[in-house]
């Protein structure tokens, strides 16, 4: 159970019994006495004809991260969405329900509105993952990507799974190809953009996400983030386990965490990600490329259903001078704790007085920091503490790819 502070009530977040067989299930969920089906999860008819949520236990089978994608799909709310790439799935979904921890929620809580023209100035670094403790931090070798354009108000990252490198499959060509589609497809929808009303720009901008997924020929899967400021307010799409959070400054230059995106996981370590995978018909000039272990993994996951930029978790914020917007790949916020950033975020913003350079060196020191914990096997991480939640065992940080966006709110008349 969760409490969501908005609607001032307990709410049921996940289903789950390791134990159940496989196969077909339906179920409600009860919240105050009163059965209930879950928006972000399929709903079907039961033999009854009652509509209930759905999920299907599959058999068990290994299989790597990036294919552990959603398994709880049932064609009675699958629709199809034409593309023009014969490569990208068309199967996908979108709910109608909302994210009960979200000051959105179900819009029954009533939004702030902007009382300040801001606009953000930006700063980024990205980290590989470091082969040696003594090794220079250097982005060379990462599969992460990401993409900033302070003029045009927004900013994007995405994280690609390393594992894919172990079929033969350049990991970083996706997420990079994402982004640069992402970027091309906003800058088409700009114009349009600009003139919808803050209630519809949502939607309109899940169009960009999608667009920029339907748009990628490498094969690969990452997370996606993709983050918009337009009238003092901050439009975001979340994808996955990247994230972002709003700190927002107090007095004597202290801040208070206004906002926090929410994770996105089917399992532990399995979050919601873009996928682009061959096609049977692709299967023989991947064989003459000696891509067999590839090959025979697709075959074996041939019912993988991939996740949908549609599932990306939307949200507006209102911007208030000096805001820090702090995003990241997993590898921050899998290695450094929310009261660490903000910590950090606090003596930096105390140093710094010129805001283009705060945004640009705190970004470098999360990321280096994260790094640093990464390396302390006896360091109780964010993700260590996760593990255990979920029965695992792992001591110490999570070394891995790091990329952290820092934005700064900036009166217009600054």
């Known amino acids: 159970m969760q409490h969501s502070r908005y609607l001032n009530c307990h709410y049921t977040t996940y289903f789950m019994d390791s134990e159940l067989p496989s196969g077909k299930y339906f179920f409600k969920f009860e919240v105050d006495s009163i059965p209930v089906c879950d928006g972000y999860m399929p709903i079907s008819e039961d033999p009854q004809g009652n509509y209930t949520n759905i999920i299907n236990i599959p058999k068990k089978s290994k299989i790597p991260r990036a294919l552990s994608t959603r398994s ?22 979108k709910t109608l329900s909302g994210n009960l921890g979200s000051p959105r929620a179900l819009n029954l809580a009533n939004e702030a509105t902007a009382t300040h023209n801001v606009k953000v100035t930006l700063g980024a670094c990205m980290v590989a993952h470091p082969k040696q403790q003594t090794a220079p931090l250097s982005p060379e070798g990462s599969a992460d990507a990401y993409f900033i354009d302070e003029e045009k108000q927004i900013f994007g990252l995405a994280d690609g799974v390393g594992e894919w490198e172990t079929f033969g499959l350049d990991p970083s060509l996706f997420p990079n190809e994402l982004m640069h589609n992402c970027k091309h497809a906003f800058e088409k929808s700009e114009p349009l953009l600009k ?217 217009e008349s600054n």
């Open 72 to 93: 709880i799909y049932d064609d009675s709310i699958v629709t199809d969405i034409v593309n023009s790439n014969k490569n990208t799935p068309r199967r996908v979904r």
């Open 195 to 411: 003139k919808l009303p803050r209630i519809e720009l949502l939607s309109a901008f899940e169009q960009v996400l999608y667009e920029g997924y339907a748009g990628v020929e490498s094969y690969g899967s990452s997370t996606a983030l993709l983050v918009y400021c337009k009238d003092s307010y901050l439009f975001s799409l979340c994808l996955g386990d990247s994230g972002y959070m709003v700190l927002r400054e107090r007095e004597n230059k202290k801040y208070s965490l206004v906002y926090r995106s929410c994770e996105q996981q089917h399992s532990f370590n399995c979050p919601l990600q873009l996928a682009q995978m061959p096609k049977k018909e692709d299967y023989n000039d991947l064989l003459k490329k000696g891509l067999s272990t590839l090959v025979t993994l697709l075959k074996r996951s041939k019912k993988t259903t991939y996740d949908s930029p549609f599932d990306s978790v939307s949200e507006s914020i209102v911007l208030k001078p000096n805001d820090l917007i702090i995003a990241g790949t997993d590898g921050l916020f899998d290695n450094l704790f929310d009261t660490e950033i903000l910590e950090t975020a606090e003596s930096f913003a105390a140093f710094y007085d010129n805001r283009k350079e705060l945004a640009q060196k705190l970004a470098e020191q999360l990321s280096a920091k994260a790094v640093e914990k990464g390396w302390d096997s006896n360091y109780k991480s964010p993700f260590s503490k996760n593990a255990s939640k979920h029965g695992r065992k792992h001591f110490g940080g999570k070394l891995d790819d790091t990329t952290v966006i820092v934005g700064i709110a900036l009166a």
